[in-house]
Structures are given as C-alpha cells and as structure tokens.
C-alpha cells in the first residue's frame, strides 16, 4: 500500500458521528415550515447545475444581526463549495500541507468521517493553496479534484477510497494559472473531466464504480475553471464544456460532445486576447442555446447549439463578461455581474433573445462597523457576488460578506433586505442552500470580527 493511501486510511473515521473540535454548535434551526419544498445541493451550482433552487418558504426578512447562526466550523484554504445529500455535508478544503475531505452532520456540525492525503500544491499569484473544486456526491459515492490532480472516489458513508487518479502523473498536465480547477460532472455513470491534456484528452469520462477510463476527446484547447454541464437539446443529450486555461497564444471556448462515446460535435471559440486569462464560468444552457462568458475582454456570447452539435453565435457582447460567477436565467432574461475586478463589477440584465443590454448598476452602501480601534463608516458593494434564484426572488452574497434578498425584473433591481453576514474579501464561493439551511463559506480573516476562515450555516427557514 503505497504512501498516500496509507496517510488516507489512518485518518478514516468510523460513519458514526463524532464530535469536531473545529466545529461551534450554536442554535437548532426552526423547523421546516408546512409544505415547504426542500432540495439536496450535490455538486457544484446546485441540484440543476445553474444556480436555481425549488426551496420554498424562506425567511424574507432579516432580522437585527442577521438569520441565526446555527453552527460554524473553522475550514483551512479552499475556494469549493460543500455538498449536501440528506443529513450529510462534504467540504472539500485544505489544512497544512493536507488536503481533507470532512463528512460532517448538516445540522450540527459534527463530524462522520476525515480523510487526507498530502499536497505540496502552491499558488503562484499568493491566493490561497486549497482545491479550487467543489465535492461531487453520487449516489453512495463522493468524488474530489484537488488542486494538485488528485481525483478520488470515496464512499459516502464511510470515507473509504474506492479508487483514486492522480491526473497531473498521468496526463503530464501543466499548474496553469490556478492549478486543477474545474469541478467534475456525474452524468449517468460517468465523471466527466475538463482534463486538458497537453498531448492527450481534453475531455474524459470515468467509470464512476472503477475510476477506468471510458474516452478520452483530444482537443488542443486546455483545461478551464468552468464545470462542464449536460443537457438534453433537439432531443439528444449532450455534455457542454467551456475550455480554456493557460496558453500562448490563448485559446479555448465551448465544445459539445456526444457523451455515450465521447465524440467532439461541435465547437465555438471564445476567450480573451489577455494571456494571464481563463474561462471560468459554469455555461448556461437556455433551450438548444448556451451562455458562455468570460471577463478579459471576449465578453459574453450566446451560442445556437444545431441537433448534430454544430455551433453559431445568436449574439455577443463584450459588456457581459463574468469572471467567475454563472450568470442565472429567469423570465428571458440573463442576470450577472459583468466586470474584471471588485471596482469594476455591475450587476447587468440582458434580453435572451436579443443580447440588449436592459440595465446596469453597481449596488453600493456605507455601514458603521464596531472593531478593535473602535467605529469606523466602511464603503461596500455587492461587487463579484453570486446570484441564486429561489423563492420567488434572487439570493445575492456578496464579495464582502452581505446576503441580500432582491428583486430581478427587465426595468431594474429592488433590494429587499440586506445583512452582513461577516466581513472579509475573496468571497467567491456560491452559497449553497439545503432544507432550509444556508450555507456560506468565509474565505479570508475577518478584521472586524477577528474570525478565520469558516464555514457557516445560517436558518433561513420561514414560516
């Protein structure tokens, strides 16, 4: 048994709940209102892969400090989202030179089972050195991609590793400019990885019970920090990967593959002349349509996919570019953050069918925040936040800390309610919502607060 394993097993926990020491228990949650309608969040941007959810009966208003805090657990570095099936979250996260997956209680906090395997993953612009991919949960299988091309499949209820990839060995992948970065995709029995291969598959699918390879779709495009999506369109289902990382000159865009054999259909280049660039988010699939966008100066296109795979562009736009947020789809009309950085973030709405640009703005305010060297006003903005439809109206976190509830039309936005949550930079995690139970992580220290990096679950239950 090589070392690596042998580092996993002695850190195996039995399925039975366990007390975490980085975890505080606050508050039981209210229980769910009558009727509300619940949902598991199993992989990245929710059960339907585009950030909207089916949960009902949420708390509205905001009360003074904000929804109750049920529990909070110190996390290490990781810029993934948690999954949670039933009763049992995963965050994927990095603490020292290990990278960890926790199984814990989404209720409490506790913990069922730790596993950990080495990495001397390190990031070249100074961000942090944690997985940048959420966990997947399947079935009775979680399946992880670490920074470093580690992919493992571990059982849901144990932790036990049912087969394990080590990617980068293998495919000869380069860092790139962020490391391994592209949450996988269960579609049926398969996990499809934008691999990027340098002189194999950009595309693979794996046997989610083995970890064999089924096919491998050579491209020259490279590996992106967008999830692949899949969709049925003209009456065949087809998988949707935005590729695209580090190269010179830069190169990548949407590739459409048949996903029983793994046959490249169709393909629409779209990325940035910048070389220090990437196409990041997740694409938006709007009927035999799909939304792809990136912020280094291509902008957003909206691209008709043909019923053989065969792509043309509806529509471009270089003022719809988002960096790393999915732009969400309601009404048809696109919502999301255009823009580069933090300064430069609006939130746009743009007519599907068009491309026209209905509105833009820059959702601002000032709070007076208590510290350590006593009251100070602080300036914030919504910034590169993530947007998630539920309830009838859009949940907005945003870059510093701030839950707001709004309200997206064609004529403008209307800011429900707001809370600060915490504040800190890099929140840049999409907020995961469970039975009722909001789920945010806190990627950076808290000045103002002095609290680490966390992840907190919030009761958003209402009656």
Known sequence: MNALFTTALLALATAALQPNPEAIFHTPPKPLAPGAVTSDWPSFLG?????????????????????????????GDSYGAPAVVGERLVLFHRVGNEAVVDCLNALDGRRYWRFCYPTEYRDRYGYNQGPRCSPVIAGDAVFTFGADGQLHCLELESGRVRWQRDLVKEFKLKQNFFGVGATPL??????????????????????????????????????SYATPVAATVEGRRRLFVFAGGESD???????????????????????????????????????????????????????????????????????????????????????????YGSGQAALVCVEVNSGRELWRAKPRWEEVIKGREGAQTVSFATARGWLLLVDGRCLCLGEFGHLLWLDLNPQGYREL?????????????????????????????????ETPPRLLCYDLRGD
């Not at 707001?418 to 995690?429: C, G, H, K, N, P």
């Open 186 to 223: 269960v579609e049926g029995d398969k996990l499809i990885v934008n691999v990027g291969a340098p002189d194999g598959p950009c595309v693979a699918a794996f046997d989610t019970r083995t970890g064999r390879m089924l096919w491998g779709a050579p491209h020259p495009w490279g590996p």
């Open 417 to 449: 309610a707001r809370t600060r949550l915490f504040t800190a930079r890099d929140t840049w995690t999409p907020p995961v919502l469970s039975r009722g139970l909001l789920y945010v992580c806190q990627n950076s220290r808290d000045p103002f607060q």
């Open 249 to 339: 000159p830069p190169s990548g865009g949407l590739l459409v593959l048949e996903p029983d054999e793994g046959k490249i259909l169709g393909s629409f280049p779209w990325r940035g002349r910048r070389f220090e660039s990437v196409n990041a988010s997740t694409p938006v699939v709007i009927g035999n349509q799909v939304f792809i966008s990136e912020c280094y100066g291509a902008g957003g296109a909206l691209v008709t996919v043909k019923a053989d795979g065969r792509c043309e562009a509806a529509w471009t736009s270089p003022r719809f570019g988002t960096h790393f947020m999915t732009s969400v789809v309601k009404d048809g009309h696109l919502y999301g953050v255009d823009g």
């Open 47 to 75: 059960p339907t892969h585009n950030m909207v959810s089916a949960e009902t009966k949420l708390l509205k208003e905001f009360p003074v400090g904000g929804p109750r805090l049920v529990w909070e657990m110190k996390k």
